[in-house]
Nanobody, 115 residues
């Protein structure tokens, strides 16, 4: 069973930055893709950013140019750098790791952006 663990959430003022990290038990090298979803209050879960093992990335339109997803092989983690944060980014952020057709999920980390 693969365990996915997130870290780095917290409270930040609008315009500030946060960096989320996600690791999977074993090596993330075995994963086809990893990424982040978020679910805000009263909203559906939505994809924020994803990255394949080959380095291809995808972003939600609302975060393009402000968020960057990357793989850190040395730390065996995937990171999400979030800059110029807006209050609407307030949500629980969930990391996933996908291997073949199976997705593994973390417990989520709260991000709160105050106005």
């Amino acid at each position: 069973q693969v365990q996915v663990v997130e870290s780095g959430g917290g409270l930040v003022q609008a315009g500030g930055s946060l960096r989320l990290s996600c690791g999977a038990s074993g090596s993330i090298f075995n994963m086809n893709s990893m990424g982040w979803y978020r679910q805000g209050p009263g909203k559906q879960r939505e994809l924020v950013a994803s990255i394949t093992r080959g380095g291809s990335t995808d972003y939600a339109d609302s975060v393009k140019g402000r968020f960057t997803i990357s793989i850190d092989d040395a730390k065996n983690t995937v990171s999400l750098q979030m800059n110029s944060l807006k209050p609407e980014a307030t949500a629980v952020y969930y990391c996933y790791a996908q291997r073949n057709t199976i997705s593994y999920w973390g417990q989520g980390t709260q991000v709160t952006v105050s106005s």
